[in-house]
């Protein structure tokens, strides 16, 4: 099948490369973002593939069925950024990598809290500089503690389960549904606000949707432990950043682990390292001490890229022989 490709990277290119090999698509890569700007380099294409900060809002879907494209397969597990309803009715089937790796977030998120709790990204840096003094990079035991993971799916259930059986920490858990093999393992589930209220290290794993937009706000900072750590790998707007820089200011939040960012589409994926970038929100979060932000990357494993890859692709070939999408996802299928 005839494939444009967008935000393609070095490593796209490599994994659905060499994942192409056993199916014989006809890929083309564009490193542009899918906008409404860039809409027109997929004329004449059936398919159409994207990543996470593509935009397909009604505007964009709209050029692109006009061109010709019947599919467009998201390289990635969150699809907040495609208005499936317009898809649907524009009669373009739009399908996603479900779970690719979710050891690959889950893992990374460990990393993170780790790595922010223990401060070894200071350390690191201080070492390199010769300075060997301790002060100030005083970390706290997991072991023990009280995590609350909001979203208990495919990355949450991995993450809860490490938290729990790897770090011996009490888990408190929120979701839309329980799942009986954490609760055997001592997870308790609890509505979100005693979730939120009750951790000392909250971790976001729930997708981004209108009903979880800003998740976490002023008034649930307010609420929650004195020196929370919070931790999001999940969607940058769960959170609302100024509230959460509030929060920091004033000591609240303890420390913060971003791997997504609200206005990341302006600038994950770029390398900006000789520019002014023009966020300040963006630019006051790192100057906090105790925040520690990468750039969208928990997915970035050999495993998951190769997987998103054969899924993707695989995608592509079910639509072109008519086979049904198992991969699929609906603006009905969202609701439930
Ligand atoms: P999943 O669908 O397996 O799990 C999501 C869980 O959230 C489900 O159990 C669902 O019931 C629950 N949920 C939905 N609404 C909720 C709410 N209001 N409160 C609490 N729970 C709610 O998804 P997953 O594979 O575990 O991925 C989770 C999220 O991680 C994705 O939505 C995606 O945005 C993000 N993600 C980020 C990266 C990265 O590289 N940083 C990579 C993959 C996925």
């Known amino acids: 099948m005839r494939v444009a490709v967008f ?7 490599r994994f659905l490369d060499a994942a192409n090999r056993g199916f014989g698509h006809d890929i083309r890569y564009f490193e542009a973002r899918l906008d409404a700007s860039t809409a027109a380099l997929a004329e004449g294409f059936p398919a159409v593939c994207v990543f996470v900060n593509d935009r397909l809002d009604a505007a964009v879907l709209e050029a ?10 998201l390289r990635c597990a969150g699809y907040n950024n ?10 373009v089937s739009v399908v996603r ?12 998120t460990i990393g993170l809290i780790l790595a922010l709790d223990r401060n070894i990204p200071r350390a690191w840096t201080r070492v390199r500089d010769n300075n060997f003094a301790l002060d100030g990079l005083i970390g706290r035991n997991l072991s023990g503690r009280t995590a609350g993971v909001v979203g208990t799916g495919r990355i949450g259930a991995l ?8 770090f011996g920490c009490e888990v408190l858990a929120s979701d839309l549904v329980e799942d009986p093999e954490l609760v055997a393992i001592g997870v308790r589930y609890a509505p979100v606000d005693q979730v939120l209220r009750e951790a000392d290290l909250i971790t976001l794993h729930c997708p981004l949707t209108p009903g979880t937009r800003h998740l976490i706000d002023r008034d649930r900072l307010a609420a929650a432990r004195p020196g929370v750590m919070i931790v999001n790998t999940s969607r940058g707007a769960l959170i609302d950043t100024a509230a959460l820089i509030g929060g ?19 600038l994950f994926f770029e390398d900006l390292s000789n520019e002014i970038v023009q966020d300040d929100v963006f630019q ?19 495993e998951a890229l190769s997987a998103i890859a054969e899924t993707t692709l695989g995608s592509l ?4 022989a008519g086979r049904a999408l198992t991969c699929q996802i609906t603006a009905r299928s969202v609701r439930g």
């Open 159 to 166: 993450v809860a389960r490490t938290l729990r059986l790897g």
């Open 284 to 302: 006051r979060l790192l100057t906090f001490p105790n925040v520690l932000i990468t750039g969208h990357q928990a997915f970035l494993t050999e």
């Open 248 to 266: 920091l200011k004033s000591g609240k939040v303890g420390s913060v682990a971003l791997d997504v960012y609200e206005q990341e589409a302006d």
């Open 82 to 91: 495609v208005d499936l309803e317009a898809a649907e009715r524009l009669g």
């Open 317 to 320: 070939a079910d639509a072109e």
């Open 97 to 108: 990598v479900p779970a690719y790796s979710p050891e690959a977030v889950a893992e990374f």
């Open 64 to 73: 692109l069925a006009k061109g010709g494209a019947r599919l467009v397969a």
């Open 7 to 13: 935000s393609t990277k070095l490593y796209d290119r």
